[in-house]
C-alpha cells in the first residue's frame, strides 16, 4: 500500500468514527417504564402541551411524577393522561450541519474566487477557493452540528405503565383481619 492510499484510509477511518454517532439513530431503551425515568406526559384536557418530568410510580388511578416546571411530585389521573412518552436517548445533526456549512462555504469560496486577480501576490487559483471554503464550512458545520443535540422520545404504551403494588395489611398471629392501627 503506498503512502498516499494509506493516508487516505486513515482520513477516511477518522472521519467516519468522527461522523458515525451523528448519523447512527439513537439507541432505544427498553419499553419498561422505571421510577427515575424522564417522561412526557400530555393529558387530555390539553392535548398540545406537555408536562416533563422523571416517573415516581403508578399507585392506583393515579401517575406520581417529580415535574421539572414546579419542582415537586404531582398526581396526574391516569384516566386524564392521553400519551406518555419516556426519553429513549439523545441525536445530533451532523449531516445537516455538513450540508449547511457547505453550502455557506460553497457560496463564500465563489464570491471569494470572482474576486481573485492574477496580479495578486498572494494568487491562488479560484478552484482552490472554492474548494478550500466548501471543505472548511462543511467541516465546520459538521462540528457545530454534532454539538446541537436533540432529544428522542419514545411512547409507552399506556397497558404497560407498572402499577406499585397495594400495601397488604398486616394479619395477627391468631386472627385471620387486619391489626388495628390503636391497638
Known amino acids: 500500500m503506498s503512502g498516499e492510499v494509506r493516508r487516505l484510509a486513515i482520513c477516511g477511518t477518522l472521519v467516519g468514527l468522527w461522523l458515525g454517532p451523528g448519523i447512527l439513530p439513537a439507541q432505544e431503551a427498553g419499553s419498561e417504564l422505571r421510577p427515575g425515568d424522564r417522561i412526557r406526559v400530555y393529558r387530555v384536557t390539553e392535548p398540545t402541551r406537555a408536562m416533563t418530568g422523571k416517573f415516581v410510580t403508578r399507585d392506583g388511578a393515579d401517575l406520581q411524577m417529580v415535574s421539572d416546571s414546579a419542582g415537586a411530585a404531582i398526581r396526574i ?3 386524564e393522561v392521553r400519551r406518555l412518552e419516556r426519553l429513549a436517548g439523545t441525536h445530533g445533526h451532523t449531516l445537516v450541519g455538513l450540508g449547511i456549512g457547505a453550502g455557506i462555504g460553497l457560496s463564500l469560496g ?17 478552484g482552490a477557493v472554492v474548494a ?9 458545520g459538521a462540528l457545530v452540528g454534532t454539538l446541537v443535540r436533540s432529544d428522542e422520545w419514545a411512547e409507552v404504551p399506556l397497558a404497560t405503565v407498572p402499577s406499585a403494588p397495594q400495601p397488604v395489611p398486616p394479619v395477627a398471629p391468631d386472627s385471620t383481619g387486619p391489626i388495628a392501627a390503636e391497638r
Open 77 to 79: 389521573p391516569f384516566a
Open 132 to 140: 478550500g471554503s466548501l471543505l472548511f464550512g462543511g467541516a465546520a
Open 110 to 126: 465563489v464570491a471569494g474566487a470572482a474576486g481573485e486577480k492574477q496580479s495578486d501576490f498572494f494568487y491562488v487559483s479560484p
